[in-house]
């Protein structure tokens, strides 16, 4: 089953208007979380390492303050696109190692739509 | 020279082929080697994970890596229409590094 959930799946906000994703390891403890962008047939792209109690680091030409990063516990990473635009539809997905030389365990993404 | 090359395809084939996906990469650093499936707007799903080189076998998937040529394959046995989706391999140096993925190869299995 699944080891890393996110929520919501889907999501539709007016232009202007900030949106909040979670990500949660459900039997693991995560103090590092990675946060992906995916255009339609394209492949992932990475947006920023979340590391429980200290602050994201971003991959160039990610803007840290549109992109709102929080690691607050070690079961949960929040992406907040602040102030959507049109041009930040996209997919996001989560993903989480369960342990160091682990491989990623991802989330189910999140569909972002903003009109 | 791009660190991980995947053919993108899409790579077509009837229902009960052996499909064979491949990634070469020429960082020799990397250690761990995963192959992902990803099903339209889903997340991906982890289907191997190998460290050394060789075969790892799991129900009708294969995993292969030659360090030595710095090439992974993925082997697909008796091909199903619902193994159509993209498949992507990924490498990791180590730790809690960021994994390196190749761009995906969409497969299509008609019935």
């Known amino acids: 089953g699944a080891v890393v959930s996110q929520h919501p799946s889907w999501v539709i906000c007016k232009s202007g208007t900030s949106v909040k994703i979670e990500c949660r390891s459900l039997?693991?403890?995560?103090?590092?979380m990675f946060w992906y962008r995916q255009f339609p047939k394209q492949s992932l792209m990475l947006m920023a390492t979340?590391?429980?109690?200290?602050?994201?680091?971003?991959e160039q030409g990610v803007e840290k303050d549109k992109f709102l990063i929080n690691h607050a516990s070690l079961t949960l990473s929040t992406l907040t696109v602040t102030s959507a635009h049109p041009e930040d539809s996209s997919f996001y997905i989560c993903?989480?190692?369960?342990?160091?030389?682990?491989?990623?365990?991802f989330g189910n993404g999140t569909r972002l739509t903003v009109t | 020279q791009k660190e991980v090359e995947q053919d993108p395809g899409p790579l077509s084939v009837p229902e009960g082929a052996i499909v064979s996906l491949n990634c070469t990469y020429s960082?020799?650093?990397?250690?761990?080697f995963m192959w992902y499936r990803q099903y339209s707007r889903k997340g991906p799903e982890l289907l191997m994970y190998?460290?050394?080189?060789g075969n790892k076998e799991d129900g009708r998937f294969t995993a292969q890596v030659d360090k030595s040529s710095k090439y992974i394959s993925l082997f697909i046995r008796d091909s199903q229409p619902s193994d159509s989706a993209t498949y992507l391999c990924a490498m990791l140096l180590g730790g809690y590094s960021t994994l390196t993925f190749g761009k995906g190869t969409m497969l299509l299995v008609s019935p």
């Open positions: 039997d693991f403890q995560a103090t590092t």
């Open positions: 993903s989480a190692p369960r342990g160091i030389n682990s491989p990623l365990h």
């Open positions: 960082n020799s650093a990397f250690q761990y």
């Open positions: 190998t460290y050394s080189s």
């Open positions: 979340s590391n429980e109690g200290s602050k994201a680091t971003y």
